[in-house]
């Protein structure tokens, strides 16, 4: 049964800091990753989604890079903001049409 | 494109009543349909899948005659949580895809709450 894991469960930062995120998978076979970005009491936004054939996705000041073959995914977030203040939830799809498997997340919180 | 609607988008029952949450695909036939269930600062925890037509496919530890699904056409899917109480307060979130798309979209939600 496929697993996710994101480490560090919260992270404070001041603004303008570059950090990472990071999420590992115990299942290796996958069909594409998805990082997501949720707000206190809202519901999902998509960030990016990498498909299994790619290594790296990227929008804005937003990186993720897949290692498929030893179940890693990294979000990069160039020059913080307090507006980036958000859970991020990294997600798998083991086959297409399945439905996505979700990390804990990462509660970051980015200071003025 | 691609937008997922939920109605409510909150609920406050009394315990033993039933309440029914609607998803939407609103632009797109969804084939498939995904429901989730997240409770306070855990992540979302997928409950079932349901094909259009066909029977839902709950997830293990979810009671399939407590949280009725029904996905009756390509752009509505119900779930019914029956005799609700306390313990399944929480925060319900669906998911549509369709057969065009790689990737499923999300409804913005639904907190309920069983006093």
């Known amino acids: 049964k496929q697993e996710v894991t994101q480490i560090p469960a919260a992270l404070s930062v001041p603004e303008g800091e570059n950090l990472v995120l990071n999420c590992s998978f115990t299942d290796s076979a996958i069909y594409n990753l998805q990082w997501f970005r949720q707000d206190p009491g809202k519901g999902l936004t998509s960030l990016l989604l990498i498909q299994s054939s790619q290594r790296e996705q990227t929008s804005g000041r937003l990186n993720a890079s897949l290692d498929k073959s030893s179940g890693r995914s990294t979000l990069y977030i160039a020059a913080s903001q307090p507006g980036d203040s958000a859970t991020y939830l990294c997600?798998?799809?083991?086959?297409?049409?399945?439905?996505?498997?979700f990390g804990k997340g990462t509660t970051l919180s980015v200071s003025s | 494109g691609a937008v997922v609607s939920q109605h409510p988008s909150w609920v406050i029952c009394k315990s033993g009543t039933s309440v029914k949450i609607e998803c939407r695909s609103l632009?797109?036939?969804?084939?498939?349909m995904f429901w989730y269930r997240q409770f306070p600062k855990q992540s979302l925890m997928l409950m079932a899948t349901s094909n259009e037509g066909s029977k839902a496919t709950y997830e293990q530890g979810v009671e399939k005659d407590k949280f009725l699904i029904n996905h009756a056409s390509l752009t509505l899917s119900t779930l019914t949580v029956t005799s609700a109480h306390p313990e399944d307060s929480s925060f319900y979130i669906c998911s549509a895809r369709s057969g065009a798309y790689n990737e499923q979209f999300f409804g913005p939600g639904t907190r309920l709450t069983v006093l």
């Open positions: 632009d797109f036939q969804a084939t498939t």
């Open positions: 997600a798998v799809r083991g086959q297409a049409g399945t439905a996505l498997i």
